[in-house]
């Protein structure tokens, strides 16, 4: 069974600020998400890092299909490269925050949990679009991503 909790104030504040990123891309969705934030409640899923939303069942049940937000951060933990995402969940009605994750990408416990602003590093679709530079430690991606980004609008 598991247990659902609020975030914490560090959660809260990153996770506003990936969705306000973010926001130009999604004008017709981001003040709901943002609005959702301020009322979620999350759970682990296989560590404190990697939460999930807590859905009512009728809500979980519907979900169709999901995306994750085409503006990730790239902040440094002890010289190693941690990617901050949002995962969002299509249902019929709604696109909802589904998936906060904040992964060391060397597979170690952070050390220190990266802080909403400019030292972090913005990627779009593979490319660093702004932020700090950390791109000698998580390169730039050559995947061509082809229309992705007009399906998440």
């Given at each position: 069974m598991?247990?659902?909790?609020p ?12 969705i ?7 004008p ?10 301020d009322?979620?409640?999350v759970?682990?899923?296989d560590?404190?890092y ?7 069942e009728?809500t979980?049940?519907s979900?169709?299909?999901a995306?994750?937000l ?9 010289g190693v490269a941690v ?9 019929p009605?709604?696109d ?17 949990y ?5 030292e972090?590093?913005?990627m779009?679709l ?13 390169k ?11 399906k998440?609008?």
């Open positions: 598991r247990t659902c909790r975030l914490a104030q560090h959660e809260h504040a990153l996770l506003r600020f990936v306000s990123t973010n926001a130009q891309l999604y017709r969705l981001a003040d709901r998400w943002l609005a959702q934030v009322s979620c409640s759970f682990e899923i560590s404190p990697f939460l999930a939303i807590c859905h009512d009728a979980e049940s979900g169709c299909d995306y994750t085409r503006r990730e951060f790239v902040g440094i933990d002890e990617l901050v995402y949002v995962q969002i969940m299509k249902t009605t709604n909802l925050i589904d998936i906060f994750s904040v992964d060391r990408l060397d597979g170690q416990s952070l050390k220190q990266p802080r909403p602003g400019p972090l590093m913005i779009e593979g490319k660093r679009i702004g932020g700090a530079d950390w791109r000698s430690v998580y730039e991606s050559e995947f061509p991503f082809g229309d992705q980004a007009d998440q609008t």
